[in-house]
Structure formats: C-alpha cells, structure tokens
C-alpha cells in the first residue's frame, strides 16, 4: 500500500512538473530569493538574513505562491487527465491523497527554492552563522513549510468546493484579507485564525515558551485535518 502511494505520488508530481504553473512559481521562488539577498545586504535588514526572509516572505508573498498552487491542484484539471485517473483500479480518495502529498512536496520545493538562494548569499556576504542562528534557520524553515502546505490544503479544498481555480483562489484571497483584518481589530482571536500561524515558531525559538508553539501547532494540525477532509468530501462528490 505505502509503496503503490509512493507510485502515484510520484507519478503526479511529474504531472505537475509538464504543467507551466509549477514551474513558473519555481522559477519565481528561486529570482524573488535572489532579489532578497541584494535587498536585505543593502538594507541591512538582519544578521540573520535567512531567518529574516523566511518571516517577511511567509506574510505575503509564500501565501499567495501555495494559494496558486493549491487551487489549480485538483479542480485545473479535473476536466481532463483527471477522467482517465478515476477509471483506474484505485479509489478516489486513494488518488486524492496521491495527489495531495504531491502538491505538498510541490509546495516545499517552492519555499527551498527560495530559501537556498538567501542561505548561500548570506554565507557568501555574511559569513557562516553561529550555530544557534543557523539552527533558528533551519527551524523557521521546517516551520515556513509546514505552514505552507496548510495554506495549500485549504485553498485545494475550497477550490474543489466552489468548482474552479480561479474563484478559488479569489474565495481563499478574500478570506485571508477578513482574517487578518479581524485579527488586527480583535487580537485575542489570532490564535483561531491561519493567518498567525506564520510565526507560530517564535514564542519557541525567541522566548523559549514551547507551551505557546505547541497550542499554535496542535490548531495547525486541526486544520490540516478539517481541510484535507474537507477536500476530500468536495472530490468524491465531483462528477464528470
């Protein structure tokens, strides 16, 4: 069973890989990283220059990047390669999750490609870090793609409900907007809402309060669940 997953897995991130959309977000992934090394050294935005891309590119940029992603996953082409798909010998949610953990290694190669640009441009311009920087690095790394693939479960998963990848992605924009609007008006609510959780790391990492990171990741995977069911709902609903 892990093997025949790991098979369709693959075989649908190749598919993902002839599509243009994957590679256009790459190739913006890897030019916006390089641009940010340029930016952050002639602004002297932090010592720690990877660390600090991570949390100013997690705001805006990154959400949209996996908002882009997520909603073309399933629904882009439903109409097309998708029938042949659904007349092989495995079941719809077998594939959807074939196709799900595909768009989520997708979704962390877009953030690596980001990243190793700005982690080699600030070894090159700053030198090796200390190892406790070099460790918060890697942390708001692992963090940055955790989040990451969550803004892309939930955006296939209103995709999938509301039929097309354009509205999708024009519902899950919306959304994000309200939330953070909501957020700035009532902070006490942030904790509910995806948009905080960008820096759910830093109570861990800069405060050493684990209790905080660890109710932030217990919501984040609260959602993973709530939208991969979701999603899954919407496709085995879905008819051609």
Known sequence: MIAKMNNLTAEELRKLFRGSKLKV???????????????????ALDDNLPLTAIELLLTV????????????????????????????????EFLFMGKLFAGLMAGALIVLCMFVPIF???LVLQGVPEPSSLGAG??????????????????????????????????????????????????????FFVTNYADWLQPLLYGGDASMTVSTLLF????????????????QRKEF
């Open 120 to 122: 080699i441009g600030s």
């Open 138 to 191: 890697m942390a708001e790394l692992g963090g940055a793609i955790l989040f990451s693939g969550l803004l892309l479960v939930l955006t296939n998963s209103v995709s999938l409900w509301v039929g097309s990848s354009g509205v999708g992605l024009v519902v899950s924009v919306v959304m994000w907007m309200a939330m953070s609007i909501v957020g700035m008006l009532e902070p006490q609510l942030n904790r």
């Open 25 to 43: 977000l790459l190739l913006l992934s890897f030019i916006i990283g390089i641009l940010f090394v340029f930016i952050g050294d002639r602004l």
């Open 61 to 92: 940029m990154l959400p949209f990047f996996m908002g882009a992603l997520g909603s073309d996953l399933m629904v882009g082409e439903w109409k097309g390669m998708i029938k042949h798909a659904l007349k092989l010998p495995i079941s719809r």
């Open 220 to 235: 984040m995977t609260a959602y993973y669940i709530i939208g991969t069911i979701l999603g899954l709902l919407a496709f």
